[in-house]
Nanobody, 122 residues
Framework: QVQLVESGGGSVQAGGSLRLSCAVSGQPYSINTMAWFRQAPGKEREGVGVIYVPGGSPHYADSMKDRFAISHDSAKNTLYLQMKSLKPGDTAMYYC???????????????WGQGTQVTVSS
């Protein structure tokens, strides 16, 4: 079993930056990949990016790669999402997920955090 806990969300002005964290506990060695997803009100959950853990390079959704950066600290068992030049359209609940596939489909991930809210105001 793997438990995921996100943190770092909040309210920010457009153009600002935030770094989200996802702490992994339980049996982190049992998973191969971790990902960030987001879901805005009334919209489907969409993948931001995914990374093999430990030691992989991140893969991003095309619309995310210019402003978002994923990293993983294996010593801390923590996944990060650095977001810059934030826009009101980035307002969403951001979720961390863990699984076994390099995928941006939510169905491919069996472990999820509770989410952290990001609100970007204009």
């Amino acid at each position: 079993q793997v438990q995921l806990v996100e943190s770092g969300g909040g309210s920010v002005q457009a153009g600002g930056s935030l770094r989200l964290s996802c702490a992994v506990s339980g049996q982190p060695y049992s998973i191969n990949t971790m990902a960030w997803f987001r879901q805005a009100p009334g919209k489907e959950r969409e993948g931001v990016g995914v990374i093999y853990v430990p030691g992989g390079s991140p893969h991003y959704a095309d619309s995310m790669k210019d402003r978002f950066a994923i990293s993983h600290d294996s010593a801390k068992n923590t996944l990060y999402l650095q977001m810059k030049s934030l826009k009101p359209g980035d307002t969403a609940m951001y979720y961390c997920a863990a699984g076994y596939s390099i995928s941006l489909r939510s169905i491919d991930f069996g472990y999820w955090g509770q989410g952290t809210q990001v609100t970007v105001s204009s």
